[in-house]
């Protein structure tokens, strides 16, 4: 599955299907998330499998239109890019309903 995860309006965590296998519809995962930040873990080497650096998802070759060939990349530069992600360094501020 490819899948891309971010906020909806309404505070709830989502996740869409890019390949769009089952629904077009982002399905809510979790409410009361007040913010998302994700960093991905790059092996720019492609040989060790380490991250040797982090980078935001709005990086220049990193974006989500880079990955989804949205933007003109060519689906073989959009597969490097994807394959050099090896780790997401997430963090999540989540607001409870409850007092």
């Known amino acids: 599955r490819l899948q ?3 906020l909806n309006a309404s505070n709830q965590l989502v996740t869409y299907d890019l390949l769009q296998l ?3 519809i ?3 995962l979790v409410e009361g998330v007040m913010d998302l930040r994700v960093l991905y873990g790059i092996d720019s080497t492609g040989q060790r499998r380490t991250v ?3 980078v935001s998802p709005n990086t220049s070759g990193y974006s ?3 990955l ?3 933007n003109g990349t060519s ?3 959009a597969q490097t890019a994807m394959g050099n992600i090896i780790a997401l360094r997430v ?3 989540v607001r409870s309903d409850q007092a």
């Open 64 to 66: 989500s239109a880079d």
């Open 22 to 24: 089952t629904t077009n």
């Open 52 to 54: 040797d650096k982090w």
């Open 26 to 28: 982002p399905q809510p």
């Open 91 to 93: 963090g999540l501020v």
């Open 4 to 6: 891309l995860i971010g």
């Open 68 to 70: 989804t060939n949205a």
């Open 75 to 77: 689906a073989a530069q």
